[in-house]
C-alpha cells in the first residue's frame, strides 16, 4: 500500500539556520503530497502542498518541490525562527491504492529551534 | 467556532470499560476521518466517512472499535472494552469532499488514557 517515510527527529537548530526535512513516498498513480504542521499545544494544520510533479508548494518561507523521479517531497527553510518549533508531518493522498481518499502520513518529525 | 470539535478533550478510563468520543465537523463538510497519534508515533488511519457511508474503515485495529456518522454532521468513535494499548490522542479531520487534492481540517483530539 501507500507509505510515507520522513527523516527522524528530534531535529535541534539554531535560529537563522537552514533547515531540510526529509520526506520519501511510495505510492502508485499520481498521489498529491501535503507537509502538516503541529505547533504545540495545536491541532494540525496544514503547511502546503504540491499536486502533481515538479510542483513547488510553499507558505510562511518552508517550500518543498515534488520530484515523481526521487518520490521525495523534501521540505526546507531557509531560515529558521524559534516559532517554527512543532511537529511536521508529510503526507499524501490520491494515489491508486485501496483507500485514495485518506491521508497516509509519515511519522513526524520533531522540531526544536533554539534561539 | 467553525472548526472541527471534538469532546471530550480529555478522557481517563479504566481498562474494560466502553468510551465513546464525539466529533462536530465543519458545517458542510461530506468527509469526515477519524486518525490516532500514539505517542512517538505517527498518525494512523482509522476510518473515513463520505456523508454517513464508511467507504474505508480498513484501519480499525480491532472490532472493539466501531464508528457511526449521523445526518451527515456528528460521528461517534466508539471503543468497547478498553485495553491500555487504545491510549493515544483521537484526531478528527473534515473536509468538504475527499482529500483528492484538497486539505484536511483537525480537530485538537481526545486524549484517551486506559488505566
Known amino acids: 500500500g501507500d507509505s510515507v517515510t520522513q527523516m527522524e527527529g528530534p531535529v535541534t537548530l539554531s535560529e537563522e539556520a537552514f533547515l531540510t526535512i526529509n520526506c520519501t513516498y511510495t505510492a502508485t498513480g499520481y498521489p498529491s503530497l501535503f507537509w502538516y504542521v503541529q505547533y504545540p499545544g495545536e491541532g494540525l494544520q496544514l503547511l502546503l502542498k504540491a499536486t502533481k510533479a515538479d510542483d513547488k508548494g510553499s507558505n510562511k518561507g518552508f517550500e518543498a518541490t515534488y520530484r515523481k523521479e526521487t518520490t521525495s517531497f523534501h521540505l526546507e527553510k531557509g531560515s529558521v525562527q524559534v516559532s517554527d518549533s512543532a511537529v511536521y508531518f508529510c503526507?499524501?493522498?490520491?494515489?491508486?491504492?485501496?483507500?485514495?481518499?485518506?491521508?497516509?502520513f509519515g511519522q513526524g518529525t520533531r522540531l526544536t529551534i533554539n534561539p | 467556532g467553525a472548526g472541527v470539535s471534538q469532546s471530550p478533550s480529555n478522557k481517563v478510563t479504566e481498562k474494560g470499560k466502553d468510551v465513546e468520543l464525539r466529533c462536530d465537523p465543519i458545517?458542510?463538510?461530506?468527509?469526515l476521518y477519524w486518525y490516532r497519534q500514539s505517542l512517538g508515533q505517527g498518525l494512523e488511519f482509522l476510518i473515513y466517512f463520505q456523508g454517513n457511508s464508511a467507504p474505508d474503515k480498513s484501519g480499525l485495529p480491532s472490532d472493539r472499535f466501531s464508528a457511526e456518522r449521523t445526518g451527515g454532521s456528528v460521528s461517534t468513535l466508539t471503543i468497547q472494552r478498553t485495553q491500555q494499548e487504545d491510549s493515544a490522542v483521537y484526531l478528527c479531520?473534515?473536509?468538504?469532499?475527499?482529500?483528492?487534492?484538497?486539505?484536511?481540517?483537525f480537530g485538537s483530539g481526545t486524549q484517551l488514557s486506559v488505566l
Open positions: 479531520a473534515s473536509s468538504p469532499r475527499g482529500t483528492g487534492g484538497g486539505k484536511l481540517f
Open positions: 458545517s458542510g463538510h461530506t468527509a
Open positions: 503526507a499524501l493522498s490520491g494515489g491508486l491504492a485501496q483507500g485514495a481518499q485518506k491521508l497516509v
